[in-house]
């Protein structure tokens, strides 16, 4: 035996190098997988939001959509649109779905999961809402092959027109399009918008909050928050709920009245009109970001590690709150 592997050594120190390769190859490794999505977002943002991007700059937010669709078709879905006319162009939002409904019904829930991806005027927009589309292209890609409950899909939706002068109003993307679920007498059992999500500072006395909030929440910029109008409070527990059950990363929740600063600025408001459940997941905009509607609101301004792991963790929210299987 001395003289066998006296003879043979090199073949084999050659196989078992091999099969700790092999191990290496086959486990999966969570800091590669976290920088891999950090430069996935990275890339997204750059690409949608290094311009302006609204009906005052068509050709720009066309190549938005266009790379929109283009990254789901990638990650193997075949996008649909809601297209429509305002202000003598045709714009559209688009979306995808992962779904457990049988052939010729009709989802007993849906859960929408989306994103704005205009700009403000004068803005490139890439903390609004450029991060919020990266994470949704992100989500979609990581929750391909999720298997939701029975009855059950999961729709990622990209809104155009939420930025002035549409905002609020019958042509913001976001209200075409839960005013259409509406309509059919679909089941939104939670609306979940992503709105500005890449701003994250640990210096201290950076997060401002709304009047009356004072001291009842961080005061360091660092934190995810879950928002939402009274009527949605229970969506805002559950989901905080199922965020901090799936991640480390700092999460708050607030539900309070729609009058309260900030609480329904964004597109989940629109499907709260109509009597949907709904929240917003957010750094807080211009309570935390000083770019905020600004041309300095660029691609290199934001935090793409924390981003990559607040979207992880949404991730496993969504599974969860969907009740869905990893596939």
């Known amino acids: 035996m001395r003289n066998f592997f006296q003879s043979h050594w090199k073949a084999i120190v050659a196989l078992v190098l091999l099969i700790v390769v092999a191990v290496m ?5 969570p800091a590669s997988a976290a920088l891999d ?12 939001a290094s311009e302006e991007h609204n009906t005052a700059t068509p050709k720009a937010l066309e190549r938005a959509a266009v790379y929109i669709e283009t990254t789901l078709r990638q990650a193997g879905y075949v996008p649909t649109r809601q297209e429509y006319e305002v202000a003598g162009q045709r714009v559209r939002n688009i979306e995808v779905a992962v779904a457990n409904v049988a052939q010729g019904k009709r989802p007993e829930r849906i859960f929408i999961v989306g994103a704005h991806y205009d700009s403000a005027p004068g803005a490139p927009g890439a903390n609004d809402n450029g991060s919020g589309t990266a994470a949704v292209l992100e989500l979609a890609r990581l929750l391909k092959t999720v298997q939701p409950r029975a009855g059950t899909e999961v729709r990622f939706v990209f809104f155009v027109n939420e930025e002035p002068p549409w905002f609020m109003g019958a042509d913001m993307g976001s209200m075409r399009h839960a005013a259409e679920m509406k309509r059919r007498g679909q089941n939104v059992e939670a609306a979940l918008v992503l709105e500005t999500m890449g701003y994250y500072t640990d210096a201290p006395h950076t997060q401002q909050l709304p009047p009356g909030l004072e001291g009842r929440y961080p005061s360091t910029g660092n934190f995810i928050a879950f928002v939402g109008t009274l009527e949605s409070s229970k969506l805002v527990r559950d989901a905080l709920a199922a965020f901090r059950g799936a991640s480390d990363f700092p999460a708050e929740g607030l539900a309070a009245p729609a009058h309260t600063t900030g609480v329904t600025l964004s597109d989940h408001s629109s499907y709260s009109r109509h009597g949907y459940p709904a929240l917003m997941i957010t750094d807080t905009a211009f309570m935390r970001y000083p770019y905020y509607h600004t041309a300095q609101d660029t691609p290199d301004k934001l935090d793409y590690d924390s981003m990559a792991r607040v979207v992880t963790g949404l991730a496993k929210t969504i599974v969860s709150l969907a009740g869905a299987a990893q596939g």
């Not at 999505?37 to 949608?48: D, N």
């Open 25 to 29: 190859t086959i486990r999966p490794n």
């Open 37 to 48: 999505l950090a430069g996935r977002m990275r890339e997204h943002v750059r690409a949608i």
